[in-house]
């Protein structure tokens, strides 16, 4: 798979101590000109589904469970690979210093319905939800957060870098 791109942020630019690496995923669902999309209300950010693979699983078996954990979405097929977007962070626990994230993201068809979503608790208590929504309205809404809260960071760089990738894609393709 293709690297998308590497973000390093500035905490550990010139020391990445202690690191180690996690596989994530992140799923794009299009309809129409809309994305399945997490709306967190914390962060007030949209970003792509999908999260942290588990040591025993593949990417793809990961990809799957993620998507229908945090979107009730089922039925899930035809994986096609985008790329993989690298990040260097600081990392909060004792352990290690830096984490290095490997975003596997893979366009995906699902179901027409969304079923029960299986939110882990901090997931729930910052709000998240599933949404669909208009590409160009989540990319707008996310510049917008990034101008403008100060809890912005590489998360939501991460996910205006692949909405306007993905919106490229689109006007590329058409």
Known sequence: MQLLRTAIHPDVA???GRCFTRRSTRAIVLRGDSI??????????????GGGVDDHETVEVGFC???????????ICNLVPLGIYEEYRPWYRPEHDTVHMLSYCYYC?????????????????NGMKPVWL????????????????????????RELFLLKLIKAQRIKAA
């Open 14 to 16: 010139d020391n990445m």
């Open 65 to 75: 469970r993620e998507l229908a954990e945090e979107t009730g979405a089922t039925g």
């Open 109 to 125: 068809d699902i179901d027409e319905e969304l079923g029960q979503t299986r939110f882990e608790d901090y997931e729930k208590k």
């Open 36 to 49: 399945l999309l997490l709306y967190t209300a914390r962060y007030d950010d949209y970003s792509l589904p």
């Open 134 to 157: 208009p590409l160009d309205e989540a990319i707008a809404h996310n510049e917008r957060t990034l101008a403008q809260s100060d809890k912005a960071g590489l998360s939501v760089e």
